[in-house]
């Protein structure tokens, strides 16, 4: 009889001391766990190399086919965050008629944090 009465206050002990909602017995994510998200940023330059102010930047999403913008301040600096691990991203700056190339986040790179610096190109003549 004593053993089951341990019994019953052991697990009425656990229940209110929530072991079993986020402790040993949890079953959801620990806050603290890796999820696999990473970020992508860099710095957006002219072709002298110096940094732009109000560039554009997209970034499109290649399985949904989402884009996500992101306008640069006065350091020409851009940051995505919260991006899945397996989907490859591809990246482009505009600014005042010039732009970047695309350039690809390959979900091969498994960093959690990428640095892509863009360059724009030189505007054209007839622009």
Same mark, same amino acid.
């Given at each position: +009889?004593?053993?089951?009465?341990?019994?019953?206050?052991?697990?009425?002990? @656990? @229940?209110?001391?929530?072991?079993?909602?986020?402790?040993?017995?949890?079953?959801?994510?620990?806050?603290?766990?890796?999820?696999?998200?990473?970020?992508?940023?860099?710095?957006?330059?002219?072709?002298?190399?110096?940094?732009?102010?109000?560039?554009?930047?997209? @970034?499109k999403n290649t399985k949904?086919?989402?884009?996500?913008?992101?306008?640069?301040?006065?350091?020409? +600096?851009?940051?995505?965050?919260?991006?899945?691990?397996?989907?490859?991203?591809?990246?482009?700056?505009?600014?005042?008629?010039?732009?970047?190339?695309?350039?690809?986040?390959?979900?091969?790179?498994?960093?959690?944090?990428?640095?892509?610096?863009?360059? @724009?190109?030189?505007?054209?003549?007839?622009?």
């Amino acid at each position: +009889m004593w053993i089951k009465a341990a019994f019953t206050c052991l697990l009425a002990a @656990l @229940l209110a001391g929530g072991v079993f909602s986020r402790g040993l017995f949890a079953q959801g994510r620990n806050p603290d766990e890796d999820t696999g998200a990473r970020s992508v940023q860099g710095v957006v330059t002219d072709a002298a190399g110096q940094p732009v102010a109000k560039a554009v930047v997209q @970034l499109k999403n290649t399985k949904t086919l989402q884009i996500r913008s992101f306008i640069t301040g006065a350091g020409g +600096m851009y940051h995505f965050a919260g991006l899945s691990g397996d989907v490859e991203y591809q990246l482009k700056a505009e600014h005042e008629g010039t732009s970047t190339s695309w350039k690809t986040l390959s979900m091969f790179n498994t960093k959690k944090l990428i640095v892509i610096n863009l360059k @724009l190109n030189k505007r054209s003549e007839g622009s």
